[in-house]
């Protein structure tokens, strides 16, 4: 029987006794009946569960104490309001990788050189030291490489970051795919296309490739590595991986946060939700702190020019009296009584 989730939009196959009411992913109750379709992709592969349910609610409750001061105080409280084993689809990508790169390599020596300096007497003398460079050469090449078990997520209800976050499953214990071996679980069908998680799944094999060719460059160090890959052959084959997914209650008022956990490794991810007010009161804080000494150096220069303000008073008191100016009145008589350039003319 296939149910589809119309908040996340989740794809899920289960019994037909075993019918859920809420959706696995996102605990929302707005899962309705639909029709199963023939265009998806058949599973190939599967990983069994290997961690208990207790396990997963222990290694959570755990989890929740250890979470960083911003979180919201109620966090660190909260209870798991649903527990749920899903098989997740998943694709297990592979391809034959031809890769051209080019790179900087430096290699380093050493070499004895001579400088002049003074001793403690004064005197300038020769020394001798030992001093290392680096000599750069140009590289290029081609590397071919088998990239397989790249995994990508190939469900819209989680991101493909969240499941890199609980990476690695082992995938030695990868078996066949056969209805039995979900029988009793949730099992999700893959909603997201093949042409997607093609797309997701290169980024990842470039990333990949980018890393092992930095860590196998000769030399000493390496500068302006650069590699462009034409990939081949390439297979994207449906696996189910076992992931418990929790959904934590922290705050009556507020939908419940989700934790991931790997149910193979116990490897958990998840984001708790965050306190902006503490985010806010420690930026302040910090702001404080980086301003307290020049505002203590502030109130320092501060203080003199107080006490000089204190001594100003009097001076402003004393400063008229020593020198009286004659009223104005007094110089305008001279002149008015002198000839005006304009009555001497006439
Ligand atoms: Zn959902």
């Not at 290029?140 to 490489?145: C, D, I, L, N, V």
Request: charged residues 20%; neutral net charge.
């Amino acid at each position: 029987m296939q149910l589809e989730c119309e908040t996340c939009g989740a794809s899920l196959r289960v019994e037909a006794d075993q019918r859920t009411a809420v959706c696995p992913y996102c605990a929302s109750p707005a899962v309705v009946e639909r029709a199963p379709s023939n265009d998806r992709p058949s599973p190939h592969f599967v990983l069994g569960f290997t961690t208990t349910r207790e396990s997963a609610q222990g290694a959570v409750t755990a989890w929740l104490g250890k979470r960083s001061l911003f979180v919201q105080s109620s966090v660190k409280r909260g209870t798991i309001d649903a527990i749920r084993g899903v098989y997740t689809p998943a694709y297990l990508y592979s391809a034959m990788a031809q890769t051209r790169y080019a790179a900087q390599i430096g290699e380093d020596y050493q070499e004895t050189e001579t400088y002049t300096t003074t001793d403690d007497k004064g005197n300038s003398v020769t020394r001798t030291r030992v001093v290392t460079r680096t000599e750069h050469r140009h590289l290029e090449g081609q590397h071919a490489t088998y990239v397989m078990d790249v995994l990508v997520v190939a469900s819209r209800a989680v991101q493909n970051a969240e499941l890199e976050a609980i990476e690695p499953f082992d995938l030695r214990t990868m078996r066949r795919y056969t209805p039995a071996v979900l029988s009793g679980w949730v099992a999700e069908e893959p909603t997201m296309t093949q042409p997607e998680c093609y797309a997701l799944a290169r980024r990842e094999a470039l990333e990949k490739i980018g890393r092992d060719l930095a860590g196998f460059m000769p030399g000493d160090s390496h500068h302006g590595l650069t590699h462009e890959t034409r990939l081949d052959q390439e297979t994207l084959e449906l696996l189910y991986v076992p992931l418990w997914v929790l959904a934590i209650r922290h705050d009556p008022r507020e939908p419940p946060f989700r934790v991931l956990i790997n149910g193979q490794t116990g490897a958990i991810h998840g984001k708790a939700p965050l306190s902006w007010v503490k985010i806010v009161l420690a930026v302040l804080l910090v702001i404080l702190l980086i301003a307290a000494p020049f505002v203590l150096a502030a109130a320092r220069d501060r203080d003199p020019a107080e006490r000089r303000g204190v001594a100003r008073p009097p001076a402003l008191v004393t400063a008229p009296a020593p020198a009286p100016t004659p009223a104005p009145t007094e110089r305008v008589r001279p002149g008015g009584s002198r000839p005006t350039p304009t009555g001497g003319t006439r």
